[in-house]
Nanobody, 122 residues
Framework: VQLVESGGGLVQPGGSLRLSCTGSKWAFKTYHIGWFRQAPGKEREGISCISSPDYITHYTDSVKGRFTFSRDDAKNTAYLEMNNLKPEDTAVYYC????????????????WGQGTQVTVSS
């Protein structure tokens, strides 16, 4: 499946953004999806994942309570709602899909998008 992320941009601390991840295949609904981010000079970090078909979500501690992961399989799109953004959230954000099980290690994801830049700065 091909994935395209969108919705990134520049936002002030405390602001909000909604990222989208759109898949190319009708079978998008069968995939588990993950969101990752990579800041300059840092390793890629898994921040959230959502399962199929029961939409169970998991979040890393640094975003818990601020980010919400959802999906609309009728639109082949997943969303990451990000609130109360902090400068340390600045990174390129990627979505990825896997068919096997929810929240695997990052190297097990099979398809990746090109990423969208999120910059949190005043």
């Amino acid at each position: 499946v091909q994935l395209v992320e969108s919705g990134g941009g520049l936002v002030q601390p405390g602001g909000s953004l909604r990222l989208s991840c759109t898949g190319s295949k009708w079978a998008f609904k069968t995939y588990h999806i993950g969101w990752f981010r990579q800041a300059p000079g840092k390793e890629r970090e898994g921040i959230s994942c959502i399962s199929s078909p029961d939409y169970i979500t998991h979040y890393t501690d640094s975003v818990k309570g601020r980010f919400t992961f959802s999906r609309d399989d009728a639109k082949n799109t997943a969303y990451l709602e990000m609130n109360n953004l902090k400068p340390e959230d600045t990174a390129v954000y990627y979505c990825a899909t896997v068919i096997s099980y929810n929240c695997p290690r990052s190297y097990e994801y099979e398809s990746w998008g090109q990423g969208t830049q999120v910059t949190v700065s005043s």
